[in-house]
């Protein structure tokens, strides 16, 4: 295994237990092993010496003192590098407040959930502009991918019950830059709001609750292909020359996207070769459609499949309009699976408070992981100069434009 060039590096010289004087060095060899210093706490110490300054009239003095440098949470004792890591053991390495703080324990350290709740919070608050900053920008791009998925949230008004709501992700594939937004329920109402002044191109698993937004002369809808497929891959152990005719028509459309990508195809470049390669594959199979589904019990496997398919055909084939548009969905699927590790470690979120929360964050560490930003880096940073930063030019601080 190759070791990462970026690390740094230990040097250890061993020489020989024997005496060497007089000998002449022929080479050396050399044995890397990777290695970890565990993250430690300490102490960051402000010491501001006080100075008395003598008043131009010699009768008066007055204190001197440089000031403080402002911290993410005023008089807070907690440094924006732990502040970033406890955010990031939470919603990235999806580790619960309980466990953070028995591993605090064994540093000697006693931090209360409460505090620790306590600054998350304050976290939130302060980054509260640059998320909305960052749902403008999402919003503002011409073509989203859009998704959802559950979470259980306690509900006040019964204790120890838990009620369903949603996270909602919208993804945009030109910029990497990803946005959840929390709701109560799985309805329409959470992106109509949210989406109501969205213009171009929207592409959806193709669950109901989207079809209106296809009714809209400012939107296109786009399906899902990877969706389309499964209904024939369940189909397979049912009906297999059928479901295997299928599965090879939508291989060959992958095949073709996997061609445009290797060959790191511009958009328009991209978009002639689909007319060319992917539209006739596109209208072969779906005339097969309309003919396989007259001729299969309409509950079967592959009746279900093709009952799937042809009422969303002119949607799945509208990915050919534009050569920025992504063949599938599985873009913003990726991006909920931190939530679906979440779920099994904390379970659901405390309030509707602490869902949104988690919208927050899981907005800001997706776009870092599209961007390939450390999360981490990212947040210490951001943590260390948006107390001060102007609102104007907050922009500046999302994870696709930080310089780090």
């Known amino acids: ?3 990462p ?3 740094p590096v230990e040097e250890i010289i061993i020489e020989p237990g024997e005496d060497t004087t007089g000998m002449k060095c022929i080479g050396r060899e050399v044995t890397d092993q990777l290695e970890l210093v565990p993250a430690k706490l300490y102490i960051k110490r ?3 010496p006080k100075y008395i300054k003598q008043g131009d009239d010699g009768l008066t003095c007055h204190g001197i003192i440089a000031p403080l440098p402002v911290f993410p949470i005023e008089k807070g004792i907690a440094g924006p590098g732990l502040l970033a ?3 990031i053991d939470k919603f990235v390495d999806h580790l619960p407040v309980y466990r953070q703080i028995e591993r605090f324990k064994r540093e000697q350290v006693r931090l209360s959930a409460t505090t620790i709740n306590g600054w998350q919070e304050a976290v939130c608050n302060l980054l509260a502009p640059l998320y909305e900053t960052l749902k403008h920008r999402v919003l503002s791009q011409g073509y989203l991918q859009v998704d959802e998925t559950p979470i259980q949230v306690l509900d006040k008004e019964k204790k120890g019950k838990t009620h369903r709501g949603y996270h909602w992700v919208y993804y945009s594939p ?4 990803v946005l959840f937004d929390y709701r109560d329920g799985r309805s329409r109402e959470g992106p109509s709001i949210l ?7 929207l592409q959806t698993d193709g669950y109901k609750v989207y079809d209106p937004f296809g009714d809209r002369k400012s939107i296109t809808l786009l399906n899902c292909m990877a969706h389309a497929r499964r209904g024939f891959e369940k189909a397979l152990e049912y009906d297999r020359p059928r479901a295997e005719y299928a599965m090879g028509m939508f291989q060959k459309l992958y095949d073709i996207e996997r061609r445009a990508r290797q060959e790191n195809m511009t958009p328009a470049e991209r978009y002639a070769l689909r007319l060319d390669q992917s539209l006739p594959l596109l209208n072969e199979l779906g005339k097969w459609m309309v003919e396989t589904w007259k001729n299969v019990l309409p509950k079967s496997p592959v009746g279900k499949a093709t009952a799937y398919c042809i009422p969303r055909w002119d949607n799945l084939m509208n990915y050919l309009h534009d050569g920025s548009l992504e063949i599938d969905n599985n873009f913003a699927e990726n991006a909920i699976r931190p939530i679906a590790l979440g779920r099994k470690n904390y379970l659901f979120a405390g309030s509707a408070r602490g869902a949104e929360r988690a919208a927050m964050f899981y907005s800001f560490f997706g776009t ?3 961007n390939n930003v450390n999360p ?3 947040l210490k940073k951001v943590l260390e100069v948006i107390p001060e930063y102007k609102v104007s030019k907050l922009h500046e601080l999302l994870p696709q434009n930080l310089k780090l």
């Open 376 to 378: 981490y880096h990212w």
């Open 195 to 201: 989406l109501k002044d969205f213009i171009g191109y």
């Open 5 to 7: 060039s970026h690390l």
């Open 174 to 177: 030109i910029e990497k830059t």
């Open 85 to 87: 890591q406890i955010m």
């Open 1 to 3: 295994m190759a070791l």
């Open 46 to 48: 402000y010491i501001r």
């Open 368 to 370: 870092c992981q599209k």
